[in-house]
């Protein structure tokens, strides 16, 4: 078990994690986490010529203390997930790079209050290349970041005295039902690990979760406030490298 007193005087974390922006995380999530005093971080793409625009709603967003986070420019991942070239296996570690940093420019326009800024993985791929040519591009973002969150197994959390805050495993919620994520928070929480739980749409058409279930997810959360930390991933990552002596923010 994970040293109690680490994120004293709770016995754990957890942080809500949104990708892509989408319509039913402003009609949906952000209403129902504002009303219970909770705050997520949401992964944006801001690409296209309106890109602006498009992201005028979620300046607002960041301004009420939700975390605005980089999820890329252009969004790409495996071949393998699209079923065509022109994906993650195409492309080097300087062109994710460019990416990576295009996004960002346009992001602190988004959120420039922001001081810690935090990475996702888009389909939770974190390498460019195939076969005997295959990197990981983790290195860009361990440069870049205060942390990036990738995948992670069923069931498991990280431990804050060794996560590799470059890439952070998390737990995808799809489909998933209330009673479920409380049960995964409540187990992993109460042996000290930091649990990152991964959502697209609420009450959406696809990769959806119920706002029923979400709202339980939130009503105990709530309830629970003394003893799970729920932050934002960049605040619980700032905790860790504090703790572990890593200096100021990139």
């Not at 470059?166 to 039902?177: D, K, L, N, P």
């Not at 058409?205 to 799970?228: G, I, M």
Request: charged content about 25%.
């Amino acid at each position: 078990m994970e040293n109690d007193s680490f994120w004293a005087p709770y016995w754990g974390a957890v942080s809500l994690t949104f990708d892509d922006g989408r319509p039913t995380q402003l009609a949906n999530a952000i209403p129902l986490m504002d009303e219970a005093g909770l705050r997520g971080t949401f992964y944006l793409n801001p690409s296209g010529k309106n890109w602006m625009k498009r992201m005028e709603p979620w300046v607002e967003v960041g301004r009420r203390g939700h975390e605005i986070g980089n999820h890329t420019l252009s969004h790409v991942c495996t071949n393998n997930l699209w079923g065509e070239r022109g994906g993650l296996e195409d492309r080097t570690l300087e062109e994710i790079e460019a990416d990576i940093v295009a996004a960002q420019e346009r992001l602190v326009q988004v959120a420039p209050q922001r001081k810690d800024w935090t990475f996702c993985y888009p389909c939770y791929n974190a390498f460019v290349g195939e076969g005997v040519a295959r990197r990981s591009y983790v290195p860009v973002v361990a440069k870049r970041f205060l942390a990036g969150r990738g995948a992670g197994e069923y069931g498991f959390a990280n431990f804050p005295r060794v996560v590799d805050l470059a890439c952070v495993g998390s737990t995808c919620c799809t489909r998933m039902g209330g009673f479920e994520m409380i049960g995964l928070v409540e187990a992993l929480a109460a042996r000290g690990l930091w649990q990152v739980l991964v959502f697209h749409e609420i009450d959406g058409s696809h990769q959806t979760t119920a706002s029923w279930d979400f709202k339980l997810l939130l009503d105990y959360l709530r309830r629970r406030s003394n003893e799970v930390w729920c932050a934002p991933v960049a605040e619980v990552a700032r905790k860790i490298a504090d703790a572990r002596g890593a200096g100021a923010a990139k």
